[in-house]
């Protein structure tokens, strides 16, 4: 979508009312997984999966 | 990731053909087969796709078509767009974030996010505001359609608009991390694409016949393994460590965050921390730590002991940690041998504990001769208990130098049939870098290693003891420096951190390097030159 449509659309949200929305439902990085996040470890079973996404497994407890 | 009806790789084709159908499926299926035609034939919308949903609209009353349906339209439209855009690129030119390049966005007065991905057509969506969004990842070049939160809308708007975190946290009077982390949030799902990270392989480890991909040169996060305390409620058989060192004081740890932050900045990179001990319950300022963390915008999990539902729910009200990880050590017998009386049941329980709160759970292991044999049937019982399960090789280092490690022939086995049976149980995970030596064998899709980047020792990845001391890896000793005493980037710029994080250099040309490099704490305890010397497990063949 061409970076002016997606302005227009997004034109009517206030900024005030996106941070105080933010603050509201951003308790935590809802189980979000990054590539490699604890650094330590992946879940992956393949890269096409996005391997170590979740970043699970310590190097070792 | 997006599993709907749409057959994405073939749309592009099809609509060559101006293959209707092929774009709109879910508004053809409650269309119902006649009065689409019938809607075709009169209105000639083949000819020009984009004009169905506005078409549709005038068409609901004679057809007696649903309120909805042109929104659902519109959504299959913006899909359909999404699929015929190419992405090349992974990092921003110019240090600034830019839109990827196949985002769309539908603002839709219908919430139809919860039927996406649904083969039937019998749903009754409810009026309502909604924002959807569709992309294809950065990475994997796959499609992705979900809701939009209003941190990632933040985001985006920031981008489109040319606004600064700065003006943004100025005019709205909010923490100037909270608009960063919703950033660089929002880059890591893809929605955005940012600048380079500063986290870089030395290209020269690699085998100079292969074209590496960027993925496995720079590493977009950078985690702090952080053991806050060395108090413990187990006494297990194999710990690497139970030396006594002087206790992190809350001031020390703000401390520790702060020059972790500014690592993080400096390197371009999104932060996550690992909070360990010992038991890191057992900290007396781990709640406020934790929510110190929180406020920088670093992600966290937490590797543990089993602890109560109280304690869980005071961290989730801070942050839902992206997953809590206890050990195990085999099967019961076993498990309680080493871990103590009762470990292994209370650690089932707990695990019910962690999906009652939707916490996501991993279960350990730490492979040694004796327990081996334990680890397939450990995860075939821990199937529909916990959401993912690994092992990793026992470092001999500590009091786990009175245990041994299988011999190598028995451990290659072993691995080949772990990565069989992992196929019909979706819980075993990787994470030893061996295993890529049976997946490449096999001619499966590889792993991407240990750490996300093969072994990450002192490359995306460090681990700090509770008085500062900072390693390059946990399972051996390998300092670098102190976190309480240096900068982070002094640390991670030493002579020492550069050594650990090129590991091997036996391992330089490898085909699979990229993705293994073996395990420096393996070699170390084998009395081998790590910097010289490969995995003496290694078994892969020239």
Redesign the interface.
Known sequence: ?D?KI??K??AG?G??T???????????????????????????????E???S???????? | MYGGPFNLSNMRTKHRKHNITAIYPLSRSITGRNNWHHFLKSNNVSLKPQSLPGKLNTYLKKLRLPQFLPELAKLEWSIYKTSTLNIKTTYSSGGKFQLNPTLGISHLNWKLSPFLGKKKANFRPKKGQEWILIWKDPWSKKINIKPASASQLLAIKLVTDKISPQDVAKSTNSDIQQIEAALSATQRAGLLIGPRPRIRRNPLIFNQQQKISDKYIFADTFTLQWHITGACDLHCKHCYDRSRRSPLTLKQGIGVLENLKNFCRKYNVHGHICFTGGNPFLYPHFLKLYAEAKERGFSTSILGNPTNETHLKKIIDIQMPGYFQVSLEGLEKHNNIIRGQKHFQKVIKFLKVLRKLHISSAVMLTLTEDNIDQVIPLSEKLKNRADYFTFNRLSQVGEGAKLNLPDTKKYAAFLKKYVTRSKQNTIMGFKDNLINIVLNKKKMPCFDGCTGYGCGAAFNFLTVLPDGETHACRKFPSPVGNVLKQNISEIYESRLARRHRKGSSGCNKCVIRHICGGCLAISYSHGQNIFKDIDPYCFIEP
């Open positions: 979508m970076k997606i302005k659309t997004l949200l900024i005030a996106l941070v105080a929305s933010m603050t509201l439902t951003t308790s935590g990085c809802g189980n979000e997984k990054p590539k490699g996040s604890c650094g330590a470890g992946s879940c992956g079973k393949s890269t096409d996005g391997t170590s979740c970043g699970k497994g310590s190097c070792g407890k």
